[in-house]
């Protein structure tokens, strides 16, 4: 049975987040998902120092978010990440960003990792260690 692993990463918005609109500034939210990133790989050991351990690295290639609502200074917003399996060498992530004290949802957004090896060729194929991990979480 396929399983769905997904954290929640809880973030305080600061005043040095926020631009002369009093509203989080839209580079930010990149960081909030890179945040919610490293909590995962914490959470389910997928983490970059274990990934490079391993022989690779798994840079960004592509990033995306959508805008609904603006948090403000002060906000308390919860970042959800949620792995999204997938058959190729990739590694995907999905993202909601939810505002704790409005209740809603601030943004979604989706990101992709591709595998290189240590010479920074693309790697085509699934490395070994990433099936096994995907094996392990039955994903």
Known sequence: MKQVLKIEKEVLIRF?????MGIVWHGHYVTYFEDAREEFGRVYDLDYLTIVKHGYYVPLVNIDFSFKSPLTYGDRAIVEITYLPCETAKIL??????SVDKKSVIATGSST???LDRSMDLVLYTPDFYLQWQKLHHV
Do not use: A, G, P, W
């Open 16 to 20: 040095n987040e926020v631009d002369s």
């Open 93 to 98: 992530f999905s993202y909601r960003i939810l």
């Open 113 to 115: 990792q591709v595998f």
